[in-house]
């Protein structure tokens, strides 16, 4: 069973950075893909990033050139560093990974608010 805690979230300006952080309880080495989704009240969480075992990093449209996701297999964490928040990047955002096994986990969740 692997955990993922969620940290880095809070207030910020719009324009300002925010660096969340996911650390798995486990080895990450087993886990087909890594990510991050989001979500806001009365919305589907959608895909923000992910890296997949050979290294591929997918980005959505809406924070390609301002999200950059990396992970640290050492320390069995995945990054997701912010830059140029906006407003509507407010949500509260999820850590997931997918095992080879295909078995999906979440982390609890972490907010994230931009104030225009």
């Known amino acids: 069973q692997v955990q993922l805690v969620e940290s880095g979230g809070g207030l910020v300006q719009a324009g300002g950075s925010l660096r969340l952080s996911c650390a798995a309880s486990?080895?990450?080495?087993?886990?087909?893909?890594m990510g991050w989704y989001r979500q806001t009240p009365g919305k589907q969480r959608e895909s923000v990033a992910h890296i997949n075992s050979g290294g591929r990093i997918y980005y959505a449209d809406s924070v390609k050139g301002r999200f950059t996701l990396s992970r640290d297999m050492a320390k069995n964490t995945v990054y997701l560093q912010m830059n140029s928040l906006k407003p509507e990047d407010t949500a509260v955002y999820y850590c997931?990974?997918?095992?080879?096994?295909?078995?999906?986990?979440w982390g609890q969740g972490t907010q994230v608010t931009v104030s225009s």
């Open positions: 997931n990974a997918i095992s080879d096994s295909f078995n999906a986990y």
């Open positions: 486990g080895s990450i080495f087993s886990m087909n893909v």
